[in-house]
């Protein structure tokens, strides 16, 4: 049997072996999300930086920048970090680069996996049926926050162990953990995550729209993948 792990924290991907492994990248609030809508709505592909000054030189290759620090939109920047922002197509053909505080750091600390693609709640089902699809063993990478846990990601990962439980084995304890959770929050997912740290962070910005958005499950079916330095639907 295939078998799955859960990474909640980037401070702890040391310790997991990515070779020959899928891993999916998770952040729920805001990065993942917002990629997954931006390529659903007809963005070509996204270069992931996890430096302000190198995404920022993008824009000299006819890029749209998009980027954020601590959750608001970095000054001289086109584009924060909300998928609402790419909704009816807005940004149809585009080329984006695009620096976050968690998610674009994740991705970087993946390159030596079999493949890389990413997930959220807005895609949920669309992850589970591709991973059911290949051949591989899986870890759930969970951006978190400045390298603490948070729980957004840690139900995403829960709820992804759950639906494939049929044909994967938890590596270790934590996606049991991230299941117990899920399957505790999983009748009411926003009402679980109001008292939650990153939720409340992202509150006193004024984004209660983006946060609703980003925890309805399946929006989207499109599974986003790294290929080279780049993030597109294949």
């Known amino acids: 049997m295939k078998k799955i792990d859960v990474c909640l924290s980037p401070d702890l991907i040391e310790l997991y072996d990515l070779n020959n492994k899928v891993v999916v990248i998770v952040d729920v609030l805001r990065a993942s999300s917002t990629m997954i809508t931006a390529l659903a709505n007809g963005v070509s592909q996204i270069r992931p930086f996890s430096h302000v000054s190198a995404c920022q030189a993008m824009r000299r290759s006819g890029y749209l920048i998009a980027g954020e620090r601590g959750g608001d939109i970095i000054d001289g920047f086109d584009l924060g970090n909300s998928p609402l922002s790419f909704l009816n197509e807005k940004y149809f053909g585009e080329n984006l680069a695009m620096t976050t505080t968690n998610g674009t750091l994740a991705i970087k600390l993946s390159q030596k996996a079999f493949k890389v693609i990413i997930g959220g709640i807005i895609n949920l089902d669309a992850v589970a049926a591709y991973l059911?699809?290949?051949?591989?063993?899986?870890?759930?990478?969970?951006?978190?926050?400045?390298?603490?846990?948070?729980?957004?990601?840690?139900?995403?990962?829960?709820?992804?162990?759950?639906?494939l439980t049929d044909e994967f084995e938890a590596e270790c304890d934590a996606p049991i953990v991230a299941r117990a959770v899920y399957r505790e929050a999983k009748d009411d997912i926003i009402g679980y995550l109001k008292n939650s740290s990153h939720v409340n962070r992202l509150k006193k910005l004024g984004i209660e729209k983006d946060i609703e958005f980003c925890l309805t499950p399946n929006k989207f079916s499109v599974v986003p993948e790294l290929e080279g330095d780049d993030i597109l639907l294949k």
């Open 132 to 163: 059911k699809a290949q051949d591989k063993d899986v870890v759930v990478f969970c951006a978190a926050w400045k390298g603490k846990v948070n729980l957004e990601d840690t139900l995403f990962a829960g709820a992804l162990v759950d639906l």
